[in-house]
């Protein structure tokens, strides 16, 4: 939305800034009247009134500022509804006052403006008498009001001469309607007077008044007034602050919160107000609670109490993040004692004024600023040590809001490492560069373990000032592929108003010139200027004939615009639907809903159940509770299953994206505010699209990540959707302008394996695309998970012993370390230093170790050390030399390590090792028969896994590889001389095993061989 009348509309209503101040403050003396006897009961239809400007007796006419008006039709007047017709036509709804006859009291603002500024004009009633002292007066009248640009309209009554007071403001249309209000009045109290208060207006539309009858009557139960939170949000356990007005002097609320009674309410005060405090249970669920308010003489009321859990911490992602600090504390930086300072965008702007600082709309919470508006600053900001692994690849981002003014100025970001290095990151000087986010690519020198960020701002006195927060340190996607496919796509488009043939022959066309096309478009409100049947007729044409009707799934919210006009907000609620078809669509009867686009992104969307239009000011949303616990749920869902969340709504956040500090965009969500922000403070998963600024793509904050609790670590993405239409952009401090020869605005949202892209496109003549801007938002993942490091010896089964002599040496593998990082090897458990290794850039090593020739036999491990601390072991057996022959094994044994003839195997045994002639291994039950061939085959002995591999294991293949002690393919050498001994003797020994094998098959007497036994020699 963009107002057409922004000056107008903005101002604050209230009685105090018209022609009740100037009554309340004695500037203005209301025009003398003749002398009257009060009744004690009034009635008025100003059939009396002697002239135009003249009211029936008694009354009063106060009128300000009316010079240059029609004559006859200054402020309040009299005439017949024909002669209003007459005057000014019936268009706007003037000739339907039905109830009236005959002379009404007339107002007419359109078309009738004095000569500079506003008017005011109030219409008194004649005195009424209090004979019954019964406490009340009621008011009756018919009223036909229609709103304009103006603030609300009031209805006074004024007790004994006294100060006005407000009974009811009219702020929405009203017409041909029958009025009925009822007020208190002290009992002490002799005199009241009504009054009908139309305020600083000029040029907007009317109210008339008839038929009115004014008589004491009975209290009526007060409607209570809610001074606090109108939808407020509490902390399970924490006491939340209610205020309620309304009340009579004395009067007794009670209140319970979900059933549960309120206790400790006091008695209303002079003043008709209680404050209490209200505390939902400590554990309590998300979710809406009911406050219930009652008591003698009070109408019921309800007030929802909406119960959102704290922020969780730092969400998971594809852009792991490595560090973060938001600036809420001083704990991880080192502030100069001059230049930097810790602070709130709120104090830089009470100390140095606005001059385009509160368009850092990316702040959130404490930031830091050295500003030179005042005094020269040369001052570096720096971070405590950060920690940091060895050729990482990583990007610094943080919040950024750099104004260049008079004299020399120079920002810059510095990474200084523990290596020594100063890594230039970036600089600025000579032009502003407004609620930026950076975005610095570095890679971590090798070697590094800490860095420290240094920001540094030099300028002279009168110069400008660097403002940044929420810095953080990722590990950022990849650039994606020139060929990656979304496996989703969504088009969008917002804010038309009028603007059909931009969206038929440039906007439409280019979004379907897309590829892939997408199957789902959505139009993110304002599809209208005013929402009449008409402008919905044209939308509709234009949209169709430019492809819109190609798409399968169509999805329109409403924006404000659709409820711009007088129809009432039923009407305007039930024609959207109607002309949009959405009812059938999402699931919730079309406001809001949900889609799941392409099978794998959701898609939901939000719409406000309520506007009333006042010349188009905010607030613009009234969400209801059931609408409200719907996204709840909808988004917890989600982030449970672990994936990204699409959500629309036409409408802004305060100080989100570009152009949402100008006081016409704050506010939008009124009474929902703290709640809507409080719940996506919760979902970094979700990216919201925001349209109705209409602000252009090309500025710095056209998307933002958003904390709306400055505290986390991260927040939801916030991304402009500018519009079809006119595009605005900044102009002075608080005004915005219209940006002159812009095409239209389209989005394409894109859903890749690692990230949700959302791509502005402009879209020239016939549809041609030219891309103005994109932001990539990593997904949901698992946490990374870390390497654990770990010792291998290359080779070797997972799981299988090693086995390494007493002087011999082991070849270790490493991996899962820190790129570069220097470790320090040892022989555990007496430590015993075996050298160092360095790991590459992947992070790991290879590295041959030496088991010292004095190590005992037995269990062992070998460590890697970081700073002294163990961060992986590799148990390993040390064996000691010459251990003797016929170290065989009993049963389920091994023999291990055995050099020389009959290492055999017992039992369920394998010959793992021991090789060598006539080790012949009569296995039982399950061994393996002439095992002893596997020495022969491979020509080893104890060390036969350094020469021959894993022929000894194919020789146990009965009973599955030998067993990797000493002998498989195990990587493991004794010392040399006892290698040549055991090649030699493996020789001898092999050629006696033959003449055994031969004679024992002689002896059986078949040449088969011998069945085996139980034990083993």
Request: proline share 5%; aromatic share 6%.
């Amino acid at each position: 939305m963009h107002p057409s009348a922004p000056s107008a509309s903005r101002r604050r209503s209230g009685l105090a800034a018209g022609a009740l101040l100037a009554l309340m403050s004695g500037l203005v003396v209301p025009a003398a009247a003749p002398a009257f006897a009060a009744p004690a009961h009034l009635a008025e239809t100003f059939e009396t009134a002697s002239s135009a400007q003249t009211p029936p007796a008694g009354w009063l006419v106060d009128r300000v500022n009316t010079t240059g008006m029609r004559a006859g039709w200054e402020g309040w007047t009299f005439h017949t509804t024909a002669e209003v017709t007459q005057e000014f036509g019936s268009t706007g709804d003037r000739g339907s006052f039905g109830k009236a006859s005959g002379m009404v009291a007339v107002v007419q603002s359109d078309s009738n403006r004095p000569a500079t500024g506003t008017f005011d004009s109030t219409l008194w009633s004649a005195p009424l008498t209090i004979a019954d002292r019964t406490g009340a007066v009621t008011v009756q009248f018919d009223s036909h009001y229609k709103q304009g640009q103006n603030p609300p309209s009031q209805l006074l009554a004024r007790i004994d001469g006294g100060a006005p007071v407000v009974v009811k403001s009219y702020g929405a249309n009203g017409l041909n309607t029958s009025e009925s209000v009822t007020f208190d009045v002290p009992k002490s109290a002799t005199t009241v007077q009504v009054g009908w208060a139309y305020l600083q207006s000029s040029n907007n539309w009317f109210w008339m008044i008839d038929n009115v009858d004014i008589a004491e009557a009975a209290p009526k139960a007060v409607d209570l007034k809610i001074l606090s939170a109108a939808k407020p949000l509490a902390v399970p356990g924490a006491p939340l602050a209610v205020r309620i007005g309304g009340l009579r002097d004395g009067q007794q609320l009670a209140a319970d919160l979900a059933g549960a009674p309120v206790t400790g309410i006091p008695k209303a005060g002079a003043d008709g107000t209680v404050s209490f405090d209200v505390t939902v249970p400590a554990g309590s669920a998300a979710g809406v609670r009911t406050l219930s308010l009652s008591g003698e003489g009070i109408a019921p009321a309800k007030l929802p109490v909406t119960v959102v859990a704290k922020a969780a911490g730092t969400a998971n992602s594809t852009e792991p993040q490595r560090w973060f600090d938001g600036i809420e504390s001083t704990e991880q930086w080192e502030f100069p004692a001059s230049g930097w300072e810790q602070t709130t965008l709120a104090r830089v702007i009470d100390t140095f004024g606005v001059d385009r600082r509160q368009a850092f709309t990316r702040a959130s919470g404490k930031i830091a600023v050295a500003d030179a508006s005042k005094t020269a600053v040369d001052s570096v900001l720096r971070t405590k040590p950060i920690r940091v692994t060895s050729r990482d690849a990583l990007e610094l981002r943080f919040d950024s809001h750099y104004r260049k003014r008079g004299g020399s100025q120079r920002a810059a970001v510095t990474a200084v490492f523990d290596t020594g290095q100063r890594v230039a990151l970036n600089e600025w000087t000579t032009t502003d560069q407004e609620s930026a986010q950076p975005r610095l690519p570095f890679t971590v020198p090798a070697g590094a373990k800490s860095m420290t960020l240094e920001f540094a701002f030099a300028a002279d006195a009168g110069a400008g000032s660097w403002m940044i927060d929420d810095v953080a340190i990722v590990k950022p996607l990849a650039a994606l592929a020139a060929d990656a496919r979304p496996v989703a796509a969504v088009d969008v488009i917002s804010d038309i108003q009028g603007a059909t043939a931009r969206l038929r022959d440039q906007t439409l066309p280019g979004l379907r010139s897309l590829t892939p096309k997408a199957s789902t478009i959505v139009a993110n409100g304002d599809l209208t200027s005013n929402g009449t049947a008409t402008q919905y007729d044209d939308y509709f044409a234009a949209f169709n004939a430019g492809g819109g009707k190609d798409y399968a799934t169509r999805i329109s919210t409403i924006g404000n615009h659709e409820y711009y006009g007088s129809d009432g907000v039923p009407a305007y609620v039930k024609r959207f639907l109607d002309k949009t078809s959405m009812r059938e669509v999402g699931g919730q009867g079309g406001l809001w809903g949900e889609q799941l686009v392409d099978g794998q992104l959701p898609l939901l969307w939000l719409g406000s159940e309520g506007h009333v239009y006042h010349g188009g000011g905010g607030p613009f949303v009234d969400l209801s509770d059931q609408q409200f616990t719907w996204l709840s749920e909808r988004l917890a869902y989600w982030k449970s299953q672990g994936k990204p969340v699409l959500l629309m709504t036409h409408h802004v956040f305060n100080n989100s994206v570009s152009g949402t500090y100008a006081k016409f965009y704050q506010g939008d969500y009124g009474a929902d505010t703290e709640r809507i922000e409080a719940l996506l403070a919760q979902y970094s998963n979700v990216t919201v699209l925001t349209s109705h600024t209409h602000w252009s793509p090309e500025l710095n904050d056209w998307s933002v990540e958003q904390r709306f609790d400055p505290t986390t670590a991260s927040g939801p993405t916030i991304v402009n959707t500018a519009a079809v239409t006119t595009q605005y952009g900044p102009s002075g401090d608080w005004n915005e302008t219209a940006v002159g020869g812009a095409d239209p605005i389209g989005l394409r949202v894109g859903l890749y394996q690692d990230r949700l892209r959302v791509t502005a496109y402009y879209f020239g003549a016939g549809g041609a695309a030219r891309e103005a801007k994109h932001i990539d938002v990593a997904l949901p993942a698992d946490a990374e998970q870390p390497v654990a490091p770990k010792l291998t010896v290359p080779g070797n089964d997972a799981g299988s012993p090693i086995s390494v002599e007493a002087g011999g040496s082991v070849g270790i593998a490493g991996s899962g370390f820190a790129p570069d990082e220097q470790l320090a090897l040892e022989l555990h458990s007496t430590p015993v230093a075996l050298g160092t290794a360095t790991a590459d850039e992947h992070g790991a090593f290879s590295q041959r170790v030496t088991v010292p020739a004095d190590a005992p036999a037995g269990a062992h491990t070998i460590v890697a050390l970081r700073d002294g601390e163990t961060v992986a072991e590799l148990p390993i057996t040390v064996t000691r030399a010459g251990t003797g022959a016929g170290a065989g094994a009993g049963a389920n044994g091994s023999a291990s390590a055995g050099v020389g003839a009959n290492a055999g195997a017992g039992a369920d045994g394998n010959a793992s090792s021991g090789a060598g002639a006539n080790s012949s291994s009569d296995t039982g039950s399950t061994g393996t028969a002439d095992a002893g061939a596997a020495g022969a085959n491979a020509g080893s002995s104890a060390n036969a896994g350094s020469s021959a591999g894993g022929s000894a294991s194919s020789a146990a293949e009965s009973t599955g590889a030998a067993s990797g002690g000493t002998g498989g393919s195990l990587p493991v050498t004794g010392g040399q001389n006892l290698a040549l001994f055991g090649i030699a003797a493996a020789i001898l020994l092999g050629a006696g095993a033959v003449l055994l094998i031969l004679r024992r098959r002689r002896a059986n007497g078949t040449g088969a061989e011998a069945p085996g036994e139980a034990g083993a020699e």
